[in-house]
């Protein structure tokens, strides 16, 4: 019988860990970045032409974004 209390004590204290974790993730402030469009195609291009687009990027997050590197590709 003390078995089966310590296997029901633990499931509900598994179970209100984990209800703790959902309510800490849902305060918790991060960042979320957003692209409008992720890809986009160039036409043909001659050689030696500057070539530029603008790529929006928006933070839907609570916390700062912080972009520390960009490369194309």
């Known amino acids: 019988m003390k078995t089966n209390k310590t296997i029901i004590f633990g499931a509900f204290a598994l179970i209100f860990l984990q209800t703790l974790f959902c309510f800490a993730q849902e305060d ?37 974004l912080v972009i520390e590197k960009v490369e194309s590709g």
Do not use: S
């Open 28 to 64: 918790a402030k991060i960042p979320i970045a957003v692209l409008a469009e992720k890809v986009y195609k160039l036409d043909n291009v001659i050689e030696g032409t500057l070539v530029t687009h603008d790529f929006i990027l928006k933070n839907q997050g609570t916390a700062d």
